[in-house]
């Protein structure tokens, strides 16, 4: 069984940084696609910053020019670097492998971490 699980959050003062990182464990061979989503009360789940196979990456408009997503393939873990953070960035994040392939070759999508909670005060 494949597994993510994410760590990094905390509270921050608005201009802080804070890193995020995401850790896939279990039978996996290889991952995709990945994507860092954030979902803020009251608000749907948005994605926050996406990377391929091979690291073409794409960010929402509001978190350009101020997070860097990036993976380690050797390590499987995703991070997403934040800086200059502003109280509306604060949300729950969640790291998404969109597609990955296990030690047994079965292709499987979608798979959630469980979250982490991002808040910034100002």
């Known amino acids: 069984q494949v597994q993510l699980v994410e760590s990094g959050g905390g509270l921050v003062q608005a201009g802080g940084s804070l890193r995020l990182s995401c850790t896939a464990s279990?039978?996996?061979?290889?991952?995709?696609?990945m994507g860092w989503y954030r979902q803020a009360p009251g608000k749907q789940r948005e994605l926050v910053a996406g990377i391929t196979g091979d690291r073409s990456t794409n960010y929402a408009d509001s978190v350009k020019g101020r997070f860097t997503i990036s993976r380690d393939n050797a390590k499987n873990t995703l991070y997403l670097q934040m800086n200059s953070l502003k109280p509306e960035d604060t949300a729950v994040y969640y790291c998404?492998?969109?597609?990955?392939?296990?030690?047994?070759?079965?292709?499987?999508?979608?798979?959630w971490g469980q979250g982490t909670q991002v808040t910034v005060s100002s």
């Open positions: 279990g039978s996996i061979f290889s991952i995709n696609a």
């Open positions: 998404k492998i969109d597609r990955y392939t296990t030690t047994d070759w079965r292709v499987r999508y979608d798979l």
